[in-house]
């Protein structure tokens, strides 16, 4: 299944930014969903997980400041709401269900002065 991420943007630090991943007609409930950043010149780092009893996992550099959950009503989106956020957040960030090898076109996050 390809994503759809959404919600990125230009934003200070500290401030925050919530991205969405959605595709009609997937069950987000009965997946395991995560999160990833990409900066250009760089692979593809883990930033966050969510399985479907609804336990989640961070990176450590994210912990305490990001929270990924399901769109419990529609059951059609996973969000991560990111806040205080760093200049070290920039990148462009992507959802992947685990074992998918397709990935959406990404949300860009930029944290910038």
């Known amino acids: 299944v390809k994503f759809v991420e959404s919600g990125g943007g230009l934003v200070r630090p500290v401030e925050s930014l919530r991205l969405s991943c959605a595709a009609p007609g997937f069950a987000f409930s009965e997946a395991i969903i995560a999160w990833y950043r990409q900066v250009p010149g760089q692979a593809r780092q883990w930033v966050a997980t969510i399985v479907p009893g609804g336990d989640t996992r961070y990176t450590d550099s994210v912990k305490g400041r990001f929270t990924l959950y399901r769109d419990v009503a529609s059951n059609a989106a996973v969000y991560l709401q990111m806040d205080n956020l760093k200049p070290e957040d920039t990148g462009d960030y992507y959802c992947?269900?685990?074992?998918?090898?397709?990935w959406g076109e990404g949300a860009q996050v930029t944290v910038s002065l």
């Open positions: 992947q269900e685990y074992g998918s090898t397709s």
